[in-house]
Protein backbone atom coordinates (compact mmCIF):
# COMPACT_ATOMS: atom_id res chain seq x y z
CA UNK A 1 0.00 0.00 0.00
CA UNK A 2 1.16 3.09 -1.03
CA UNK A 3 0.55 6.33 0.85
CA UNK A 4 0.26 9.49 -1.55
CA UNK A 5 2.14 12.48 -0.08
CA UNK A 6 -0.96 14.49 0.43
CA UNK A 7 -2.71 11.36 2.27
CA UNK A 8 0.70 11.63 4.42
CA UNK A 9 0.20 15.26 5.10
CA UNK A 10 -3.17 15.12 6.20
CA UNK A 11 -3.25 11.46 8.29
CA UNK A 12 -0.23 13.01 10.34
CA UNK A 13 -1.61 16.73 10.49
CA UNK A 14 -5.01 15.31 11.47
CA UNK A 15 -3.83 13.52 14.72
CA UNK A 16 -0.62 16.24 15.58
CA UNK A 17 -2.68 17.53 18.38
CA UNK A 18 -2.08 14.66 20.40
CA UNK A 19 0.52 12.92 18.58
CA UNK A 20 3.30 13.00 21.35
CA UNK A 21 0.71 11.90 23.79
CA UNK A 22 -0.07 8.45 21.81
CA UNK A 23 3.44 8.14 19.68
CA UNK A 24 4.90 5.97 22.64
CA UNK A 25 6.72 3.60 19.67
CA UNK A 26 7.99 6.81 18.15
CA UNK A 27 9.63 8.30 21.70
CA UNK A 28 10.92 5.03 22.27
CA UNK A 29 12.54 4.60 19.02
CA UNK A 30 13.61 8.00 18.92
CA UNK A 31 15.32 7.86 22.30
CA UNK A 32 17.33 4.90 20.93
CA UNK A 33 18.13 6.55 17.47
CA UNK A 34 19.77 9.35 19.86
CA UNK A 35 21.53 7.42 22.45
CA UNK A 36 23.32 5.75 19.21
CA UNK A 37 24.47 9.43 17.38
CA UNK A 38 26.77 10.92 20.74
CA UNK A 39 28.88 12.27 18.11
CA UNK A 40 26.54 14.14 16.48
CA UNK A 41 26.65 18.03 16.72
CA UNK A 42 24.25 21.23 15.41
CA UNK A 43 23.21 22.57 13.47
CA UNK A 44 21.19 18.64 13.09
CA UNK A 45 18.46 18.85 10.29
CA UNK A 46 15.86 16.05 11.52
CA UNK A 47 13.65 14.95 8.49
CA UNK A 48 9.63 14.15 9.06
CA UNK A 49 10.68 15.27 12.42
CA UNK A 50 6.80 15.75 13.48
CA UNK A 51 5.87 17.40 16.58
CA UNK A 52 9.87 17.67 17.27
CA UNK A 53 10.59 14.86 19.27
CA UNK A 54 14.19 14.99 18.71
CA UNK A 55 14.92 18.34 19.27
CA UNK A 56 12.71 17.99 22.58
CA UNK A 57 14.64 15.00 23.49
CA UNK A 58 18.77 15.97 22.74
CA UNK A 59 20.55 18.88 22.92
CA UNK A 60 22.08 19.37 19.21
CA UNK A 61 20.87 22.44 17.29
CA UNK A 62 17.93 21.12 15.53
CA UNK A 63 16.68 22.16 12.37
CA UNK A 64 12.91 20.21 12.17
CA UNK A 65 11.43 19.55 9.20
CA UNK A 66 7.81 18.10 8.40
CA UNK A 67 5.57 17.60 5.48
CA UNK A 68 2.17 18.68 7.67
CA UNK A 69 2.18 22.01 8.84
CA UNK A 70 0.26 21.38 11.49
CA UNK A 71 3.67 19.12 12.75
CA UNK A 72 5.89 21.79 12.30
CA UNK A 73 3.90 24.08 14.05
CA UNK A 74 4.14 21.93 17.29
CA UNK A 75 8.24 21.19 16.50
CA UNK A 76 8.33 24.98 17.16
CA UNK A 77 11.96 26.83 17.00
CA UNK A 78 12.88 27.11 13.38
CA UNK A 79 10.70 23.98 11.62
CA UNK A 80 10.41 23.97 7.81
CA UNK A 81 6.97 22.05 6.39
CA UNK A 82 8.52 20.81 3.34
CA UNK A 83 8.27 17.58 1.03
CA UNK A 84 11.59 15.13 1.97
CA UNK A 85 12.22 14.77 -2.14
CA UNK A 86 12.60 18.57 -2.62
CA UNK A 87 14.51 19.66 0.66
CA UNK A 88 14.95 23.72 0.50
CA UNK A 89 18.94 23.68 1.32
CA UNK A 90 21.49 23.77 -0.37
CA UNK A 91 24.32 21.48 -1.81
CA UNK A 92 26.39 20.03 1.50
CA UNK A 93 24.83 22.31 3.73
CA UNK A 94 24.57 19.72 6.65
CA UNK A 95 27.11 17.53 8.76
CA UNK A 96 24.37 15.13 10.57
CA UNK A 97 21.06 14.26 9.34
CA UNK A 98 18.67 11.92 11.61
CA UNK A 99 15.26 10.79 10.96
CA UNK A 100 13.33 8.92 13.30
CA UNK A 101 10.49 6.58 11.96
CA UNK A 102 9.61 8.40 8.76
CA UNK A 103 11.31 7.22 5.73
CA UNK A 104 8.72 4.76 5.17
CA UNK A 105 6.41 6.41 4.47
CA UNK A 106 7.71 7.90 1.40
CA UNK A 107 6.27 6.28 -2.17
CA UNK A 108 9.82 7.16 -3.89
CA UNK A 109 12.24 6.22 -1.12
CA UNK A 110 15.42 6.79 -3.75
CA UNK A 111 14.10 10.30 -4.75
CA UNK A 112 14.43 10.66 -0.88
CA UNK A 113 17.78 9.28 0.14
CA UNK A 114 18.96 10.90 -3.22
CA UNK A 115 18.25 14.44 -1.82
CA UNK A 116 19.77 13.91 1.53
CA UNK A 117 22.67 13.04 0.31
CA UNK A 118 22.83 16.05 -1.81
CA UNK A 119 22.17 18.29 1.21
CA UNK A 120 24.91 16.37 2.86
CA UNK A 121 28.15 17.48 3.45
CA UNK A 122 31.44 15.31 1.95
CA UNK A 123 31.71 12.42 4.62
CA UNK A 124 28.57 13.62 6.25
CA UNK A 125 26.51 10.88 8.20
CA UNK A 126 23.03 9.89 8.12
CA UNK A 127 21.13 7.96 10.94
CA UNK A 128 17.30 6.87 10.63
CA UNK A 129 15.15 4.46 11.73
CA UNK A 130 12.88 2.34 10.11
CA UNK A 131 10.40 -0.47 10.00
CA UNK A 132 11.96 -4.17 9.24
CA UNK A 133 9.56 -5.65 6.64
CA UNK A 134 8.98 -8.52 9.85
CA UNK A 135 6.93 -5.71 11.64
CA UNK A 136 3.38 -6.66 12.34
CA UNK A 137 3.24 -9.90 10.94
CA UNK A 138 1.37 -11.94 13.03
CA UNK A 139 -1.34 -9.17 11.92
CA UNK A 140 -0.63 -9.31 8.05
CA UNK A 141 -1.50 -12.85 8.52
CA UNK A 142 -4.85 -12.64 10.42
CA UNK A 143 -5.84 -10.07 7.84
CA UNK A 144 -4.86 -12.91 5.23
CA UNK A 145 -7.22 -15.04 6.59
CA UNK A 146 -10.01 -12.63 5.99
CA UNK A 147 -9.36 -11.19 2.55
CA UNK A 148 -7.11 -10.54 -0.13
CA UNK A 149 -6.94 -6.67 0.34
CA UNK A 150 -3.46 -5.24 1.20
CA UNK A 151 -4.39 -3.81 4.77
CA UNK A 152 -0.83 -2.60 5.40
CA UNK A 153 2.15 -0.97 4.28
CA UNK A 154 4.97 -3.23 2.91
CA UNK A 155 8.60 -2.28 4.33
CA UNK A 156 11.14 -2.11 2.74
CA UNK A 157 13.36 -5.46 2.64
CA UNK A 158 17.19 -4.78 4.49
CA UNK A 159 18.98 -6.00 1.38
CA UNK A 160 16.98 -3.15 -1.18
CA UNK A 161 17.00 -0.73 1.11
CA UNK A 162 21.27 -0.97 1.39
CA UNK A 163 21.14 -1.41 -2.37
CA UNK A 164 18.91 2.28 -2.37
CA UNK A 165 21.90 3.82 0.14
CA UNK A 166 24.32 2.60 -2.18
CA UNK A 167 22.76 3.91 -5.12
CA UNK A 168 22.45 7.33 -3.83
CA UNK A 169 25.65 8.03 -2.80
CA UNK A 170 26.12 6.48 0.97
CA UNK A 171 28.62 3.98 1.98
CA UNK A 172 29.75 2.86 5.64
CA UNK A 173 26.52 1.41 6.00
CA UNK A 174 25.69 -0.04 9.75
CA UNK A 175 22.57 -1.38 10.95
CA UNK A 176 20.83 -2.61 14.35
CA UNK A 177 17.77 -3.98 15.07
CA UNK A 178 14.85 -3.72 18.18
CA UNK A 179 12.14 -5.48 18.50
CA UNK A 180 9.10 -3.54 20.41
CA UNK A 181 5.85 -4.73 21.66
CA UNK A 182 2.98 -3.56 22.97
CA UNK A 183 -0.35 -5.42 24.08
CA UNK A 184 -3.87 -3.87 23.59
CA UNK A 185 -7.09 -5.09 25.52
CA UNK A 186 -9.18 -5.68 22.10
CA UNK A 187 -8.31 -5.54 18.00
CA UNK A 188 -9.83 -2.12 17.12
CA UNK A 189 -7.59 -0.32 20.21
CA UNK A 190 -4.72 -1.79 18.28
CA UNK A 191 -5.52 -0.79 15.15
CA UNK A 192 -6.79 2.77 16.32
CA UNK A 193 -2.83 3.32 17.82
CA UNK A 194 -2.12 2.30 14.25
CA UNK A 195 -4.18 5.38 13.06
CA UNK A 196 -3.83 7.60 15.71
CA UNK A 197 -0.08 8.10 15.02
CA UNK A 198 -0.87 9.03 11.21
CA UNK A 199 0.24 5.57 9.83
CA UNK A 200 -3.46 4.55 9.10
CA UNK A 201 -4.41 1.29 7.45
CA UNK A 202 -6.80 0.12 5.08
CA UNK A 203 -10.27 0.00 5.70
CA UNK A 204 -11.99 -0.66 2.55
CA UNK A 205 -13.15 -4.33 1.28
CA UNK A 206 -14.73 -3.66 -2.04
CA UNK A 207 -18.00 -3.52 -0.01
CA UNK A 208 -17.67 -0.50 1.64
CA UNK A 209 -16.32 -0.15 5.22
CA UNK A 210 -15.50 -3.32 7.53
CA UNK A 211 -17.71 -3.35 10.14
CA UNK A 212 -17.71 -4.71 14.06
CA UNK A 213 -18.55 -8.10 13.07
CA UNK A 214 -15.65 -8.13 10.29
CA UNK A 215 -13.01 -6.62 13.37
CA UNK A 216 -14.72 -9.24 16.17
CA UNK A 217 -13.70 -12.48 13.67
CA UNK A 218 -10.53 -10.83 12.88
CA UNK A 219 -9.74 -10.47 16.77
CA UNK A 220 -10.98 -14.53 17.00
CA UNK A 221 -7.94 -14.93 14.38
CA UNK A 222 -5.37 -12.85 15.56
CA UNK A 223 -5.85 -13.94 19.29
CA UNK A 224 -5.78 -17.33 18.03
CA UNK A 225 -1.95 -16.80 16.24
CA UNK A 226 -1.16 -14.94 19.55
CA UNK A 227 -2.18 -16.96 21.98
CA UNK A 228 -4.69 -15.26 23.72
CA UNK A 229 -3.34 -11.80 23.30
CA UNK A 230 -3.47 -8.71 21.13
CA UNK A 231 0.02 -7.46 20.62
CA UNK A 232 1.44 -5.44 18.10
CA UNK A 233 4.67 -6.54 17.13
CA UNK A 234 7.33 -4.29 15.95
CA UNK A 235 11.05 -4.40 14.33
CA UNK A 236 12.81 -1.14 14.44
CA UNK A 237 15.88 -1.04 12.45
CA UNK A 238 18.60 1.97 13.09
CA UNK A 239 20.87 2.44 9.95
CA UNK A 240 23.84 4.71 10.06
CA UNK A 241 25.74 6.15 6.31
CA UNK A 242 28.06 8.52 5.82
CA UNK A 243 28.10 10.31 2.38
CA UNK A 244 31.33 9.21 0.00
Known sequence: ????????????????????????????????????????????????????????????????????????????????????????????SFANIISNLSLQWFANLQAALTEIHRVLRPHGKLAFSTFAPDSLKELRTAFAYMDSNQHLMEFTPVIKLFAMLKKSGFDKLVMSSQKISYNFPDMLSALRSI????????????????????????????????????PLNWEVLYIHAEKC
Open 195 to 230: KNIGAGYNYGSGKGLLGRKYFGRLENIYRGICKGEV
Open 1 to 92: MELKKQTISRNFGRFAHDYEAKARLQLRAAAELISQCSGFSGPVLDLGSGPGIIRKNSDWEVISLDISPQMSLLAGGDAVTADIENLPFADN
